[in-house]
């Protein structure tokens, strides 16, 4: 359990009454802070069409992070395969692992301009979950069907305007394996024609592979000896089928002998109980409006969530979202944090706060990795 490390995963949030621009100055700085209180990764996630959500190109604010810091890990959580290609991918990171070798994780999804639908059949393979609880105690709240989601106006303008007129989606599998070939300098056409990404050929980047169930992410991740990204904040019904699936499927590689799993939870961390859960008042608002398809909306101050007139359709659409946040006192947080590791057998845990203050959010992570540190845990390798 020493060995357990913590990262740390940003949207951008932008505040209400705030601007992008300062939504980006605040992840900058808390990339800075993650550093001085010594987490060990530093990821970026990819959203578009969001109003409250200003992190819309993983390599470019990983790029800008990259050179206000010295050591942290940055990366993707994850970028959207759906409407890019292998070269374009390799090309942005190569780019910035010239300048900052070394620390530079490319994190890869399967969403963005891929359709839903078409993934593998998870292993049959069924986490031990009694009344919706892992035999640790940790909450396994019931599956929520994305499928609406999915299927919205939205999301379809999305896949519209990401992608070239009439251009479809590599094969998710296909595309991993022409990454990871430009990478390593090994690519060959099927006409046997060679391909060299330069810079990018030879770079010092570590691919991680992000899903949230036992499917087709998770199968690309173990069979090719790949780490493997969970995600409990997003999808906590499924985080164990997840990372089951992953070491179902996982065969030893160059990359690694055994398998390695990060898993994410939502947190918000101040110095007692009570505290936290105010500064998480904002929470509920925002998550609906992400799983309404409106687009996230700018992070609420407590007083603006409390204004919310809640349905119960409202609630149902967020209250696994609410049940599975981590809010509390360090040690509180600290507490369930250490339950979802053991549930979950994880590697390193990520960790994505959200607090309308950017203070507050600071102040969350320092709270945290103080705890961890207290606890004997380790924050970063070596």
């Known amino acids: ?21 300062d939504a980006l100055h605040n992840s900058i700085d808390l990339a800075q802070q993650a550093e001085r209180f010594g987490y060990s990764r530093y990821w970026f996630a990819e959203h578009h069409l969001n109003p409250g959500v200003a992190g819309t ?20 959580g994850a970028v959207q395969l759906g409407h890019r290609t292998a070269l374009s991918t390799v090309e942005e990171f190569g780019l910035v692992d010239a300048l900052h070798p070394g620390r530079i994780d490319l994190g890869l999804g399967r969403s963005g301009g891929r359709p839903p639908g078409g993934s593998a059949a998870p292993p049959k393979t069924t986490p031990e979950v009694v009344d919706g609880r892992a035999p640790n105690g940790l909450l396994i709240p019931p599956r929520f069907s994305f499928e609406h989601l999915l299927g919205s106006p939205r999301v379809a303008l999305q896949r519209k305007l990401l992608q070239l007129p009439g251009a479809e989606s590599q094969d998710y599998a296909e595309q991993i ?69 992953y070491r179902a499927f996982f065969q030893p590689s160059g990359f690694l002998d055994k398998p390695y799993v990060s898993v994410s939870a939502d947190v918000v961390v101040a110095e007692d109980d009570a505290t936290a859960l105010e500064l998480a008042t904002g ?87 103080g705890e961890w540190r207290r606890r004997g845990h380790s924050l970063r390798a070596g």
Do not use: C, K
């Not at 020493?2 to 949030?13: A, H, K, T």
């Open 283 to 369: 929470y509920g608002p925002w998550v609906r409006s992400i799983r309404t398809a409106e687009g996230a909306i700018r992070f609420p101050t407590p007083d603006e969530a409390r204004a919310h007139v809640w349905s119960d359709a409202d609630r149902a659409l967020v209250q696994d979202r609410l049940d599975t946040q981590f809010t509390g006192s360090p040690g509180h947080v600290a507490d369930q944090l250490e339950q979802l590791q053991e549930a979950t057998d994880a590697d390193e845990l990520l960790i994505t706060t959200i607090t309308h203050d950017h203070r507050d959010r600071v102040r969350s992570y320092e709270l945290l990795a």
């Open 1 to 21: 359990m020493s060995d357990v490390r913590l990262g740390v995963l940003d949207l951008v949030p932008i505040p209400s009454g705030s601007t992008a621009a």
């Open 57 to 76: 190109s993983p390599a470019v604010v990983l790029a800008l992070t990259a050179s206000a810091t010295s050591a942290i890990r940055l990366g993707s």
């Open 177 to 245: 394996d022409d990454i990871l070939a430009l990478l390593a300098g090994d690519y060959r056409s099927p006409e046997g024609v060679e391909a060299h990404v330069v810079p990018g050929e030879g770079a010092d980047v570590q691919v991680w592979i992000l899903g949230s169930s036992g499917g087709e992410s998770a199968e690309a991740a173990g069979a090719r000896g790949l780490p493997f990204a969970a995600n409990y904040h997003v999808s906590p019904a499924t985080v164990l089928e997840a990372v089951e699936g």
